[in-house]
């Protein structure tokens, strides 16, 4: 066993040291490392296994976590053993890649996983989007497997149409490929045609046409864009009558019907009567009248009246209190709106005796062009 | 509900905003969503109701709260926050109660908002004991108001299927928390982004779903043809109801031409004094202190070309009663026409985004309250419904598959998958797959464990809100939008490999325990249903590696 783990690499057996608990191990030499492990390894494990094989986890589980009473979420003993079980198995546990790890603690998000997968996802009726990312692992695999056709093989999306078929690599209806160019590793595919299922291959491929698929996607269907041709039986409408409720169901003029229908529901949906943008709060902080109305000019005017008396003293402007700061002065900031204003401001002391009064008149006009 | 009548109207409202939180700073722009939307939008919607159960108004309403919303609602933090925010405003317009002293036509405006902040914070805090969610249940057990759910972060589901137990998540720890908030688990779900995939509808039934809404297209091209077109649900193979949106009562509010909120007399959205005064004077006002942003006082009105008029509320509040009298009309023709073309009573589904109203639309809040009592009064075409009462009246419904759909542009996944987000979808994937792994492994009885277990959720789920992705496409508040997908996802990874290597760091842990703090109870073992128990996943073959 030690021979084994001698061949690893010093950082894969500290990942294993750390699982296994093996303390002291970032000290260790390799060999020690080894030597430790191999001990820890002869031991039972203490979590998972131990556990696995005694009758009380699933209880336990029961009591501890807070279960909703459904079929849904309540398991019988045996299925939970299951999931147990099958987590065990889970071989690629905690082996991430060291960048992944630094990413994630300077809260930046790793560029790749580690991990050689392939995931389709749709857009729209006429688009997939495919994200890809093959291992270094698997690439050198690749390589050993092409031999001298490597440096000229090329990398390929093949796009298998699998509609209605149990897809077993060999049976695609039909498929077309893709030359993937400038390191990319997500791709945008117009697929054309409404209402099929896709799956998709990353591989390479030889100038002699032979193909290496490097990983196999998801399938995924794309939706239609117009009403199915398939009818109910029970719930039968004729053609007429369907194109009216069509009509009627997109908002549109009674009496509308013929082939543009479709088109002008379509137009219908895909244009303004949409949601959420114009409430949006991430708008929030845009103006959006500003938006497209080219040039704009605002301008406003206000009066500020500021003036300054004993701090003990009472101050009125217009007739209302004004509020003095702690050495006596005071600020007073108005909208000035077009027209005469005339501002008596009156101080008076302290004791009521002594009063002074002060009276400005501001005139303002306004005059626009353009 | 009136037998007599020869159709429905259903008016359903979706309330959701991200989860905005920051106990790091002392002010953040992005909390003041939060804050606007209810001294906006929440209250006036709150008291707009308990004046229709007070009146006794024969009314009925649908609205979700979203999971996020609602554990914002809940949060001490925000609460506290939130009083804060609501005193300096008021500090604010009794500033402009002074200012604009000369000028009646602003002067009366701002003692209206000066009104309306102190008659928000005695509601908020005398009334409603800051606890907006109570309010809520209160209404729905009248029995007028159905209160149903969202996904738990709005987590946009086409796009995360792939891995069906994250969807799972997002549905069942929705119902849960609403259970929790509300008493019951609920009937019906909003999906986020109404976007739908067939398929979803098994997660739904599994979590005990009733009904869910797809936007018009979904319903017309679901297979086979649909019967009645929008105007009747169907039910997906699986039993769970699906309700199409009517484009004709959709269009009257949302079209950015024809619709309501763009009438000239109504206030306009964006002339707010936190953009068009003096910088040194509002500056101290302006939430995060720093850029122009909106305080919710706004003095002009629409307006039209020309040099933008003063508001008037009074000629405002003339508007929304055409305005829904007009609508009132518009869904009496249409659903006399639509009885006796289709044989059956219809229904016209109408949802809006509950921000709509008051937020966007200063004037919403009325002119549905309008829309309520004249539908109860004035008419006798049609009555009010929720799509709950409607399939106890009418159970029998055509069986169909829905169509993919959202209602965001185009139509599709468009919006969430493109050029500027497209990115997100390989962290999101890669982390849903790792947290459903650390799920199966579960935490033995060992508590921190389990803590960190439910924060790698918290963290996933987060992540995976639909907010970014669209905040990105829209290109409005980029940066914070990638920053909080990144830091979460980041969070994620952290947890999952302290984890997996029983060296979990019990300090950071609670420190992110009280950041992240959303959805205190949640169960993560949702992530570890076997794949089998989740019947339609769109996952279908396993990754090969030759």
Known sequence: MKKDLLKKTRRDLLDLARKLGVTGRSKMKKADLAAAIAKAMRKPKKAGKKMVTSKTPGKQRKARVPVRQTTLVRRSWREQQAVVQ?????????????????????????????ETRIVLLVRDPYWVHVYWEVSRDDLLKAKQSLREEWPKAKSVLRVYDVT?????????????????????????????????????????KTPTGRFLPLARSNRATTPRDAPSEVTDVEWMVPDWEFERIYALSGGLQYGMGSAELVQLVQKALGGEVSSGAPASFGVSSIVGERRGRGFWFRLGTELIVYGATQPDAKVTLQGRPVHLRQDGTFTARFELPDGKQVIPAIAESADGSERIEITPTVTKKTRRKG | MKQTTKGYLAIILHSHLPFVRHPEYEESLEEDWLFQAITETYIPLLTMLERLENDGVPYRITISLSPTLVAMLNDWLLQERYVKRLEKLSELAAKEVERTRWDERFNRLALMYHWIFNTTKRLYTDTYKRDLVSAFRKLAE????????????????????????????????????HERNFGKRPQGIWLPECAYEPGL?????????????????????????????VFAPIYCPTGVAAFGRDMESSRQVWSAHEGYPGDWYYRDFYRDIGFDLDYDYVRPYLHGGVSRVFTGIKYYRITGPGEKQPYDPHAALLRAEVHAGNFMFNREKQIEFLNDFLGRKPIVVAPYDAELFGHWWFEGPQWLEL??????????????????????????????????????????????????????????????????????????????KGRALRQA???????????????MKTATAVAYAVRRTREHIANFIRLYEDIVHDSIDIEWLSRLESKDNIFPELNYAVYAESDNALAGSSGGLPVSKK
Not at chain 2, 203 to 226: E, Q
Not at chain 2, 414 to 439: C, P, R, T
């Open chain 1, 164 to 204: 209605d078929v149990d897809f077993d690599g060999t049976n695609a209806n039909s498929y077309f490929d893709i030359e993937i160019s400038g390191g990319a590793t997500n791709w945008y595919i117009n697929t054309g045609v409404p209402n099929r299922t896709y799956c998709v291959d990353i591989g390479l």
């Open chain 2, 142 to 177: 009248g029995g007028n108001v159905e209160l149903i759910t969202c996904a738990a972060t709005h987590g946009y589901l086409p796009l995360m299927s792939i891995n069906p137990n994250a969807v799972r998540a997002q549905i069942e720890i929705a119902c849960e928390y």
């Open chain 2, 371 to 448: 829309v309520m009592r004249k539908s109860a009064y004035d008419q006798k075409v049609y009555s009010l419904a929720t799509p709950s009462e409607y399939l106890k009246l009418h159970p029998r419904c055509q069986v169909a598959t829905p169509s993919l759909s959202s209602w965001g542009w185009k139509g599709y996944n468009e919006v969430w998958l493109d050029g500027s987000n497209d990115w997100l979808y390989k962290h999101l994937h890669w982390s849903a797959d790792k947290m459903v792994e650390i799920a199966r492994m579960g935490d033995w009885g060992n508590a921190v």
């Open chain 1, 86 to 114: 099958h987590a065990k198995y889970e071989v690629k546990v905690g082996k991430l890649p060291h960048e992944v790890r630094k990413a994630a603690e300077a809260l930046e998000l790793p560029s790749a996983y580690g």
């Open chain 2, 457 to 471: 959720a918290r963290e996933l789920l987060l992540a995976q809100a639909s907010d970014w992705a669209f905040i």
């Open chain 2, 201 to 229: 509808d098994a997660i739904l039934k599994a979590c005990g779903l009733r009904y869910f809404f797809v936007d018009t297209h979904g319903l017309l091209n679901a297979t086979p043809r649909p019967r009645y077109g």
